[in-house]
Structures are given as structure tokens and as C-alpha cells.
């Protein structure tokens, strides 16, 4: 059949020429930057320097409305950029100062700034968006009978507010959070100036990270709580926050901090942040958690109901020592993982090995007989197996755990104790406030016992069987 009215025929053409632009510009979707484990975790393209937060609490069951700035710089060219975040409803969205459009892509937010960014120039985001606390028990927002807390590890930070979503990009932190009257919030790091009044007699409290931070250790709390300032070792701000009511039930815990830092001072040097506290919470997560600066616990387990006090100790010290290892030391991919919890499990091993109640070895032998059992339930301690989906939380199994400390333990075993000792400190202190990965820890091992340990350390790291132990050839990897 021939065309013979032109208006048809070029409203035809019309259509025919969208249907073609329509094919040049398919739909938005989710990026990543290739994690092994959370493959649309993080995003390409750009490296964020900072974040600022604002959040207005009117309870635990209601969205809150939010501002998340974002300070960065473009890597590459960018006519699209993605971010992690999901949970919340987007009101608008400028970039640098401009609106852009916006829409979802799975659990990406997807941006068209009005003008495409050019490479290595400052990129300035800011998102209105609502952060909705309701409906999610495997991260983000937790619930207090009084309030709220965050516990973000893993992948969880972009449940709450726009991010870059991956420890690989640490930023500095601005948070900023209006409560009601009668309501104490708390975040990492310092506070700003005193709190704000507002209407009604709400106040806006502010705080501000003095060191970067990866999204996974963001914490702020809203609540009827108490903060207990104290004095560290040279002089550390200690600051914890507590439920008031169990404010004086919990003093005799808050006292031991100061100890705590002290004694893996000893070990590894000096404490890396600008102050230190733990958060208590009544609130059920059936984890603690080494949130930057403040630590994450569970109220029950200071309830001296079931948990004798040394074990209570190492848990503390456990969490404490991710303020080194996993904290200022952030795992380069979510695989490094074992460098956190091992390193962890390490020195709450040792520090209740110190307080003669469960020896090291006899922790050590115990977790070699089930090593084998948990690589093939999890995988190696450096290539571990993805969480089955929706159980995110399964990542973290017991061969990141005490699998990953038998590592460091044949570690000290194969090179001895000072050259050991001399590995942890150079970790700590070589890569503070940054990232870092298994490879980099086999190099500088490596140098530290002046010969190539790859040979030695990979079976342990990748193994799907546990190789011998050094000094302990009595030692059975088979459950008895």
C-alpha cells in the first residue's frame, strides 16, 4: 500500500524516528563495580569525599524526611550516575545545582544530569528523599523500644540514604538529625555545635567523622538514652550512649573500655580515631557491630543472664578491634572479609586467653577440627560463598570467623611471634584510613618474614581443605 496524505505520512515518520531514539536510549539499570559477592553493590564512575546527612525523626514507624548531599569527582565522563538506595520515596534531585532526572533501576537510583559531567571535575549531588524505617529486619534502620539505630553491614547503608555502597569508597561524614523533645541523637564521630531548637522542642543535633568512613559503619541512634563521656589512654575521648533507665546497671561495663583500648594499644599501636564508645540498645539484631567510633550492642547480653562476664569482655574486645581491622583497615572487596573477622576473633581469642578462662590453643585446636566442615558449608576463609538470597546476614559464617584466626594463628606459628607482631602493626599503620586486600596482606607478610609466603598462605586462604598446622602435627582436621 502507497502513502498519499502527507499528514499521515509524516506523522508515520514521526513515530518511526522516536521508535528509533527509543532503541539508542534503552532503560536505566543497575550498576555495579564487581564485587564477587554483591555484584550491583557500589558504583562506577565516580569516588565520593563526602557525605551530608540530614534526618528528621518523628518516630520508629514512620518515613523520615531526608537531605543526602554528596561531595565527589567524577572518574570518567558521566551522562548517567548511579547510586544505591532503596526504601525511600526521591522527591528531587539536583546535580551540581542543577535538577536532573531521575528514576529506579532495581536498588539503583539512576540520574540524567542536565548536562553530562566531565572527567576529574567536582561532582555535587544533593537527594530529597524520605527514609523509612518500616518493614526490613536484614539492615539499615533497626528498631529500640525507644527509637531507632542503623546497622548497615553489609550492603544495607543504601536502605537508608543515597550512597556510594561499598567499603571501597570511604567518605567523611556530616549527620545531621532533628528528634523530639526528650530524645537524644548520636552518630559517628564528634559533635558540631549544641544542639539545635527547633519547634516544637525539637532539636537538631550535628556530628562530623574526623576520618572517612565506609558506608557499612554509618550508626546514628534516636532515643531516650544517656551519653557517659569518660577519658581514654593519652587522653581518648571514650563516649557511650546508653538506654537511660540501665544507665547506672551499665556503668560497671562502660568502665572497662578505657582497659580494652589499652591493651590492644599494646599489641598494635595506637587507637586510630577521634574518640570511642559503645552504643547499647535495647533492641534485638542477634549481632553486635563495630559501627565507626561506636559500637553496636545488644542490651541483653549486659543483662548478666546466661553470658559469664569474661565472655562479655572478649565480645567487647572482638568489636574494639575492628576499629583497626575492618574500620580504619576497610576490605578492598567483601571477599577480604576474613581480614575483619579474623583479625577480630583474633584478639578476643587472645584477650580471653589473657584472662585464663578459654586458652588460645585450646580455641585454636577446636576450630581446626571443624575447619574443614565450614570451608565446605561456606568456602575457603578468602573466597567465601555468596549469602543465599535473602539472607544476607548468612555471609557471615563461622569460617570468616574463627576459620580466618586459624589463618593468622599458622601464620605466627610459620614466621614466629615478633615477626607477627610486627605484620599486625605495619597493617594497621600502612593502610590507616584505607583500603586493603588478602594479596596485600600476603605481601607484606611476605616482607616481614623476609621470603615469599604465598605458597605457604594461599592453601589456607583458598583451600577447599585445611592444610597442616605448623608445631601441631597431632592436630586432627576431623571432628571428634
Given at each position: 500500500?502507497?502513502?498519499?496524505?502527507?499528514?499521515?505520512?509524516?506523522?508515520?515518520?514521526?513515530?518511526?524516528s522516536?521508535?528509533?531514539?527509543?532503541?539508542?536510549?534503552?532503560?536505566?539499570?543497575?550498576l555495579?563495580?564487581?564485587?564477587r559477592?554483591f555484584?550491583e553493590?557500589?558504583?562506577?564512575?565516580y569516588?565520593?569525599?563526602?557525605?551530608d546527612?540530614?534526618?528528621?525523626?518523628k518516630?520508629?514507624?514512620?518515613?523520615?524526611?531526608?537531605?543526602?548531599?554528596?561531595?565527589?569527582?567524577?572518574?570518567?565522563?558521566?551522562?548517567?550516575?548511579?547510586?544505591?538506595?532503596t526504601h525511600?520515596?526521591?522527591?528531587?534531585?539536583?546535580?551540581?545545582?542543577?535538577?536532573?532526572?531521575f528514576?529506579?533501576?532495581?536498588?539503583?537510583?539512576?540520574l540524567t544530569p542536565?548536562?553530562?559531567?566531565?572527567a576529574?571535575?567536582?561532582?555535587?549531588?544533593?537527594?530529597?528523599?524520605?527514609?523509612d524505617?518500616?518493614?526490613?529486619?536484614?539492615?539499615?534502620?533497626?528498631?529500640?523500644?525507644?527509637?531507632?539505630?542503623?546497622?548497615?553491614?553489609?550492603?544495607?547503608?543504601h536502605?537508608?540514604?543515597?550512597?556510594n555502597?561499598?567499603?571501597?569508597d570511604?567518605?567523611?561524614?556530616?549527620?545531621?538529625?532533628?528528634?523530639?523533645?526528650?530524645?537524644?541523637?548520636?552518630?559517628?564521630?564528634?559533635?558540631?555545635?549544641?544542639?539545635?531548637?527547633?519547634?516544637?522542642?525539637?532539636?537538631?543535633?550535628?556530628?562530623?567523622?574526623?576520618?572517612?568512613?565506609?558506608?557499612?559503619?554509618?550508626?546514628?541512634?534516636?532515643?531516650r538514652?544517656?551519653?557517659?563521656?569518660?577519658?581514654g589512654?593519652?587522653?581518648?575521648?571514650?563516649?557511650?550512649?546508653?538506654?537511660?533507665?540501665d544507665?547506672?546497671?551499665?556503668?560497671?561495663?562502660?568502665?572497662?573500655?578505657?582497659?580494652?583500648?589499652?591493651?590492644?594499644?599494646?599489641?598494635?599501636?595506637?587507637y586510630?580515631?577521634?574518640?570511642?564508645?559503645?552504643?547499647?540498645?535495647?533492641?534485638?539484631?542477634?549481632?553486635?557491630l563495630e559501627?565507626q567510633?561506636?559500637?553496636?550492642?545488644?542490651?541483653s547480653?549486659?543483662?548478666?543472664e546466661?553470658?559469664?562476664?569474661w565472655?562479655?569482655?572478649s565480645?567487647m574486645?572482638?568489636?574494639l578491634a575492628?576499629?583497626?581491622?575492618?574500620?580504619?583497615?576497610?576490605?578492598r572487596?567483601?571477599?577480604?572479609?576474613?581480614?575483619?573477622?579474623?583479625?577480630?576473633?583474633w584478639?578476643?581469642?587472645?584477650?580471653?586467653d589473657?584472662?585464663?578462662?578459654?586458652?588460645?590453643?585450646?580455641?585454636?585446636?577446636?576450630?581446626?577440627?571443624?575447619?574443614d566442615?565450614?570451608?565446605?558449608?561456606?568456602?575457603?576463609?578468602?573466597?567465601?560463598?555468596?549469602?543465599?538470597p535473602?539472607?544476607?546476614?548468612?555471609?557471615?559464617?563461622?569460617?570468616?570467623?574463627?576459620?580466618a584466626?586459624?589463618?593468622?594463628?599458622?601464620?605466627?606459628?610459620?614466621?614466629?611471634?615478633q615477626?607477627?607482631d610486627?605484620?599486625?602493626?605495619?597493617?594497621?599503620?600502612?593502610?590507616?584510613?584505607?583500603?586493603?586486600?588478602t594479596?596485600?596482606?600476603?605481601?607484606?607478610?611476605?616482607?616481614?618474614?623476609?621470603?615469599?609466603?604465598?605458597?605457604?598462605l594461599?592453601p589456607?586462604?583458598?583451600?577447599?581443605?585445611?592444610p597442616?598446622?605448623?608445631?601441631?602435627?597431632?592436630w586432627?582436621?576431623?571432628?571428634?
Amino acid at each position: 500500500m502507497q502513502l498519499t496524505s502527507p499528514r499521515l505520512r509524516a506523522a508515520l515518520l514521526a513515530a518511526a524516528s522516536l521508535t528509533l531514539v527509543a532503541a539508542v536510549l534503552p532503560p536505566p539499570k543497575p550498576l555495579g563495580i564487581g564485587d564477587r559477592l554483591f555484584p550491583e553493590l557500589g558504583n562506577p564512575g565516580y569516588d565520593v569525599l563526602s557525605y551530608d546527612l540530614s534526618f528528621t525523626y518523628k518516630d520508629n514507624k514512620s518515613p523520615h524526611d531526608a537531605v543526602t548531599v554528596i561531595d565527589a569527582r567524577a572518574l570518567r565522563p558521566l551522562e548517567l550516575i548511579n547510586l544505591d538506595f532503596t526504601h525511600g520515596k526521591v522527591a528531587s534531585v539536583e546535580v551540581n545545582g542543577e535538577p536532573a532526572r531521575f528514576e529506579s533501576a532495581g536498588e539503583d537510583l539512576v540520574l540524567t544530569p542536565a548536562r553530562p559531567v566531565a572527567a576529574h571535575v567536582p561532582l555535587h549531588i544533593t537527594v530529597r528523599h524520605t527514609s523509612d524505617p518500616r518493614g526490613r529486619a536484614d539492615g539499615g534502620w533497626v528498631p529500640t523500644t525507644d527509637g531507632l539505630a542503623m546497622a548497615n553491614q553489609a550492603d544495607a547503608a543504601h536502605r537508608v540514604f543515597p550512597c556510594n555502597d561499598h567499603p571501597a569508597d570511604k567518605a567523611y561524614f556530616t549527620f545531621r538529625i532533628t528528634a523530639p523533645a526528650g530524645l537524644t541523637a548520636v552518630a559517628n564521630g564528634v559533635p558540631g555545635a549544641l544542639p539545635v531548637p527547633g519547634a516544637a522542642g525539637a532539636m537538631t543535633w550535628t556530628y562530623r567523622t574526623r576520618h572517612p568512613m565506609a558506608t557499612e559503619l554509618a550508626q546514628v541512634s534516636v532515643g531516650r538514652s544517656a551519653v557517659v563521656h569518660g577519658t581514654g589512654p593519652h587522653g581518648l575521648p571514650l563516649r557511650d550512649v546508653v538506654p537511660a533507665a540501665d544507665r547506672e546497671r551499665l556503668a560497671p561495663w562502660l568502665k572497662k573500655t578505657a582497659g580494652h583500648i589499652a591493651w590492644m594499644e599494646e599489641r598494635v599501636g595506637r587507637y586510630p580515631f577521634e574518640n570511642y564508645g559503645v552504643l547499647i540498645a535495647r533492641a534485638t539484631t542477634g549481632f553486635e557491630l563495630e559501627t565507626q567510633t561506636l559500637s553496636l550492642f545488644e542490651n541483653s547480653l549486659f543483662s548478666g543472664e546466661g553470658y559469664p562476664e569474661w565472655y562479655v569482655e572478649s565480645v567487647m574486645v572482638h568489636e574494639l578491634a575492628h576499629q583497626w581491622f575492618g574500620d580504619s583497615v576497610s576490605p578492598r572487596t567483601w571477599s577480604d572479609l576474613w581480614l575483619n573477622e579474623g583479625h577480630a576473633t583474633w584478639y578476643e581469642a587472645l584477650y580471653a586467653d589473657g584472662l585464663g578462662k578459654y586458652s588460645l590453643e585450646r580455641r585454636m585446636r577446636e576450630a581446626y577440627t571443624r575447619s574443614d566442615q565450614w570451608r565446605a558449608a561456606g568456602g575457603p576463609p578468602a573466597a567465601p560463598k555468596a549469602a543465599a538470597p535473602g539472607e544476607k546476614i548468612g555471609l557471615f559464617r563461622p569460617v570468616v570467623y574463627d576459620g580466618a584466626a586459624l589463618i593468622l594463628y599458622a601464620l605466627r606459628q610459620e614466621i614466629g611471634v615478633q615477626a607477627f607482631d610486627r605484620v599486625e602493626r605495619r597493617w594497621v599503620s600502612e593502610h590507616r584510613d584505607s583500603v586493603a586486600g588478602t594479596e596485600d596482606f600476603v605481601r607484606l607478610a611476605s616482607q616481614e618474614a623476609g621470603r615469599d609466603l604465598t605458597a605457604f598462605l594461599e592453601p589456607w586462604l583458598y583451600g577447599k581443605t585445611t592444610p597442616a598446622m605448623p608445631g601441631h602435627p597431632d592436630w586432627s582436621g576431623k571432628s571428634v
